[in-house]
């Protein structure tokens, strides 16, 4: 391209005002408040779905599991936000890692917001370590030792064949591994994008591809193993090939909707002028795609299990549709519309992918959606005809979401907002579709 | 879409690079002369703008094929395992529209890609008895031409032909079909 750019200026910085983050603290505050209030809602058996009906028609609850605490359902909405936001901060690195490999230019525009997502990882990984600390025993129904134990009452020959893979020091030495992998990649590829923006050249991108290629194959087999950890071991006699994949869909497609929001509302803000058209017609086909993507792996899933009728399969959707009064059975039907209905349709055409305010609502379908994915696929294993959505719920999100937007915004202040010596930036301002 | 089946008598621009022939078209076009068709060996970015075609339509096809097919599919399951001959397989309804989401997305791939090869062979003017018009056969290989419909410019043919060598023709040609 023989042409100039229109840009006047790469010298960008966003500042992270003292409003903003006055917002922000209001918002963890409420959160807070929420939380408190939906605590002692429950703690004195307001809104408690127990009905003996529930239990009959659930019918499902596995042998020796702890009496249920209102506690149970603080630390399962702990756990299912602390896994949400850790699928939607990885997928920053995800993201970058991609593009490197494949020599995408177009993506550099906008990569400072996807380089700024994985900072939220180290916080996460804590909040996990410690609610398996904490409630790991009322959340994990294979933590329990009568389990592996033949003299005991409680002794589950299926259980005790997975002792090999579930048991609490591998289990906790993998999250540590997986949070210390990817936090550690992304902190070097984070460098070399720093020290590039200083000193130029090519080095730091083909390091940069190394590490990002070096983080794909990390990424690929745990991914998979982290699903199966944080999600799938949940219900424990119930297993999935599919479900490796099925949760890096959904991680996926939410992390692409949080850097599409997030490009958006700079943009709308006044900065990033030179992302154009083009770019949010990309990132909109990318959550297009992904959205068929998540919703071919959901179905996939499903269907095998619809189509085989074997019984220990069969239970995780009985559980979902029918089990524990029929409450799972709303979020279960939202879940699919907000996931795969709505923006499918949304998305469809050329020009909602360039129309700002339609990327927004497509992207807060699929955020909003894939919070009820994992609801769906946590609450029933963890509390059951306990479960609900109240205040608790609502102030756990904003907890967790306005943790998330310091943590993007502070890092988004660190640096350009724009790589301006990255090699390929060239080709990202001319991008044209 | 422009009429691919040109008849009468044509000038034809034979430009050597897509830089130059994508400002031609600009200043071709300010000179007054409609443009009929540009034909080049690779997609040029900007030249659909630059001719000012209206927006294909070629999408809204597509959705339609698609559609067909993912109608036909439901109305052949059901009318094969609903309706006519109900049967009941692994304990399920003898219709769940479940099972055959993998036969509904098939068909509707299926019609919607050979609908968009129908599409393209009418569109192009191609198949198996037409005879392709071919306004410069080096257009397949590395020369870009811009094709001028005599009948519809009120434009003297020598004076279009100085406006295209002015704007960096390296030859202009006449055809006839």
Known sequence: MASAHAIASLDEEFEFTAETKRRLLIGIGTGVALVAIGAFLLASGVGSHETTL????????????????WTNRLWANVWLNGIYFTGASVIGMFFMSYNYLAQAGWSVAFKRVSEALPAYLPIMGLVIVATFFIAGHDLFHWTNPGLYDKASSEYDPIIAGKSGFLNTPFYVARIILYFALWYGLWRMI???????????????????????????????????????????????????????????ASWHVTGLAVITLTVVTLKERGYMQWVNESHLHDLGKFMFAFTIFWTYVWFAQFMLIYYAN???????????????????????????????????????????????????LAAWCILIGHYFDFYVNIMPGTVGEHGGF???????????????????????????????????????????? | ?????????????????????????????NAGVRIHEVYT?????????????????????????????????????????????????????????????PIIFELTVLFCALGMVGTFLISNGMGPTVKPLMYDLRTTDNKFAMAIDLSKNSIVEGDIEQILKDSGAAEVNVKQF
Not at chain 1, 328 to 353: E, G, Q, S
Not at chain 1, 390 to 418: D, H, R, T
Not at chain 2, 59 to 77: D, E, K, N, V, Y
């Open chain 1, 54 to 69: 529930a239990a009959h028609e659930g019918g499902t609850i596995e042998a020796g599991h702890h009496a249920y605490k």
């Open chain 1, 190 to 248: 984070r460098n070399f994008s720093l020290q590039e923006d200083l000193h130029g050249g090519t080095e730091y991108y083909e390091k940069s591809v190394k590490f990002g290629t070096a983080f794909l194959l990390v990424f690929g087999v745990t991914s998979s193993t982290s699903a199966w950890d944080f999600v799938m071991s949940i219900d424990t006699h119930w297993f999935s090939t599919m479900f490796g994949w099925y949760t890096l």
């Open chain 1, 310 to 360: 074997l019984p220990e399969e069969t239970i995780y959707y009985r559980e979902r549709f029918s089990g524990y009064g029929g409450i799972y059975k709303t979020p279960f039907l939202v879940n699919i519309f907000l996931c795969f209905v709505a923006p499918f349709l949304i998305l469809m055409t050329r020009d909602a992918k360039r129309t700002y305010s339609i990327l927004k």
């Open chain 1, 390 to 433: 109240g205040p608790m719920e609502f102030g756990m999100i904003l907890i967790f979401a306005c943790g998330f937007i310091w943590v993007i915004y502070s890092q988004l202040a660190k640096a350009n907002l724009v790589p301006k010596n990255h090699p390929m930036l060239e080709e990202s301002l001319h991008h044209d579709i």
């Open chain 2, 1 to 29: 879409m422009s009429d691919v089946h040109g008849s009468g008598k044509f000038l034809v621009g034979i430009f050597d690079d897509d830089d130059v022939v994508l400002q031609a078209v600009k200043e071709v076009k």
């Open chain 2, 41 to 101: 060996p690779f997609p040029i970015h900007g030249l659909d703008i630059a001719l000012g075609h209206p927006r294909s339509r070629l999408g809204i096809a597509a959705f339609m094929f698609a559609l067909s097919g993912t109608l036909t599919a439901l109305a052949f399951t059901y009318y094969t395992e609903g309706f006519d001959w109900p049967m009941i397989v692994g304990g399920k309804d003898p219709y769940s529209p479940i099972i055959y989401v």
